[in-house]
């Protein structure tokens, strides 16, 4: 049995555990326990109806043992759907009256493929009733636009669905075509997707499952070749442990979401190293698994192992037998100048910086193949208690000669109030209404806690040494004003980034003090 497949198969319990399956429940087929069981939240989460795909999956895998269960299961998650969307089509995630683009997306595109995959045990009748249900969604995407960033995987997702509305009911839909213009359009010549202000290839995996989907029904040339560019940017970014992103991605992900890159794994040789590379990170048990996350993200890291699960089998020898070595393997440098992430390779260590991140560094030993560094940067405390860092995107930042002049920038580190929270829900009951002032709410969360940037005063020159055996960074500090205390405190997130900071096994074994690069301060003070 494959990973996938076997990490499917534990995820199955805890998947059905989710829902509500009393017939005669208000919340009957309903998957967010805080709202239908604990009854702490006042608003349905309508991701985890999005968990029919992986049913669909594993009845079709045979690792179902009552299959009428889970069909009758599947057909209550589904029609839950008609009482959790709006009026004008959408589900929410995060606040009543959200109007969420991508979960309205992910919800359509995982019970349109439920669909595609259940044909030969639905009726004719059960297909246009699940159809019915899944079109107001659909008329939402149609309708409206994600306008608080450009996030690719969210245009992916909702891309896939209207390909595959299409597909299904031979109902001819621009919106599609429409949206993957776009992702072509912020799709860096380096390869990257655009996720907020740059690449992270973690969610570039995420982002190549939901093409990779539009792909199998399409074969289009266009998006093949949009694939192969952002395959060949990827494979930089397989580390020697056999794991993928950190704090040198725009979103600071080190999650794999393995669908697409195994699905494409049989069309470009890229994705097939990619592949057999980040399967050995498994093997040692090195990634972040559907059964290690938290809720908001299981369904669709699950989805992504189950689609995994069919696809490998079909592509495992394109995988197990690629003949192109990784690049980790290699001395060179390298310099992705669009999101300003500098690679650096020798015969004893593997590093990547991303210079327009303040200079945050990942450094694995190759004779280890182990992490010896993570860091992100300069942090520092005012007599205030405002905290500042370097770690935040600049794109102004070059790195012609290894050194960069880096701001330093308050950490907005916030959480949800009660004040705030009332706030959020009475603007739920009047502005959000308007999805115009909806869209302006999102802009501001956005910028307030992930790309907004207050610089304060002081700076740092960083500059770079990379000699055979270890990295030198020199750094010459000038400190704000009122600062207590600066210095390196390892791997910190700058932002706000609910999918990242998941538990690693490996840091565990990773040692306290690192052997391989060393900082070089000279403070004003």
């Keep these: 049995m494959s990973i996938y497949k076997n990490v499917l198969k534990q995820s199955l319990s805890r998947l059905l555990a989710l829902y509500n399956l009393d017939p005669s429940a208000l919340t009957y087929g309903h998957g967010d326990r805080l709202y239908w069981g604990w009854k702490i939240s006042d608003f349905p989460n309508g991701t985890m109806q999005g968990g029919v795909h992986a049913l669909s999956i594993a009845l079709k895998l045979g690792m179902i043992k009552n299959e009428q269960f889970v069909l009758k299961a599947i057909d209550a998650m589904i029609n839950a759907i008609s009482r959790i969307r709006a009026k004008n089509g959408s589900m929410v995630e995060a606040y009543p009256g959200e109007n969420s683009f991508c979960v309205t997306a992910l919800v359509a595109f995982d019970v349109l493929s439920a669909i595609q995959n259940l044909k030969d045990y639905l009726s004719q009748s059960q297909i246009q009733n699940y159809l019915e249900i899944i079109k107001p969604l659909i008329g939402f995407i149609e309708n409206n636009n994600e306008e608080h960033a450009i996030i690719s995987n969210h245009l992916a997702v909702a891309a896939a669905a209207c390909f595959l509305w299409t597909k299904l009911t031979e109902e001819k839909l ?8 776009v ?27 939901y093409l990779f989907c539009i792909y199998e ?8 070749r949009s694939l192969e560019r952002s ?31 195994i699905g494409m794994a049989n069309v470009i040789d890229n994705f097939a190293l990619i592949s057999s590379l980040l399967q050995k990170g498994k093997e040692v048990k090195h ?17 992504s192992y189950a689609v995994a699960a069919i696809k490998y089998e079909q592509n495992r020898e394109n995988i197990e037998g690629i003949q192109v070595t990784a690049p980790y393997l290699d001395k060179f440098s390298k310099n992705f100048k669009d999101t300003g992430i500098y690679l650096q390779s020798t015969l004893r260590y593997h590093a990547i910086i991303n210079y327009k991140k303040g200079g945050t560094i990942k450094v694995f030993d190759k004779r280890t193949s182990k992490i010896d560094t993570e860091d992100g940067g300069l942090f520092g405390r005012l007599e205030s208690g405002k905290r500042f860092s370097t770690q935040q995107f600049d794109k102004s930042i070059q790195f012609d000669n290894l050194s960069i002049n880096s701001n330093f920038f308050t950490v907005n580190e916030r959480y949800m109030s009660t004040f705030s929270c009332i706030i959020i829900r009475i603007f739920g009951m009047t502005l959000f209404r308007s999805m115009a002032l909806g869209n302006l709410f999102k802009k501001f969360i956005v910028k307030l806690l992930m790309t907004g940037k207050n610089k304060i005063d002081g700076r740092v020159t960083r500059r770079f040494k990379f ?31 609910a999918s990242s900071g998941y538990y690693l096994p490996q840091v565990e074994s990773t040692q306290g003090k690192s052997n391989l690069v060393e900082f070089r301060v000279n403070d004003d003070t």
């Excluded at 992702?183 to 995996?205: F, L, M, V």
């Design 174 to 181: 621009n919106r599609g075509q429409e949206i993957l213009d």
């Design 467 to 497: 000699l055979k055996n270890k990295i030198v960074v020199h750094e010459s500090i000038i400190r704000p004003k009122k600062c207590t205390v600066i210095g390196h405190v390892g791997k910190f997130r700058a932002i706000h980034m």
């Design 217 to 224: 029904i399409t074969k289009d040339e266009r998006l093949l």
């Design 231 to 261: 395959a060949s940017f990827l494979k930089y970014f397989i580390h020697p442990d056999g794991t993928i992103g950190g704090l040198y991605g725009s979103r600071n992900t080190e999650v794999y979401y393995p669908a697409g890159i």
């Design 287 to 303: 990634h972040i698994l559907p059964q290690s996350v938290d809720i908001g993200n299981f369904i669709p890291l699950l989805n």
């Design 183 to 209: 992702i072509y359009k912020y799709q860096s010549k380096e390869g990257w997707y655009r996720e907020y202000e740059g690449a992270d290839p973690g969610y570039q995996t995420l982002c190549t499952y």
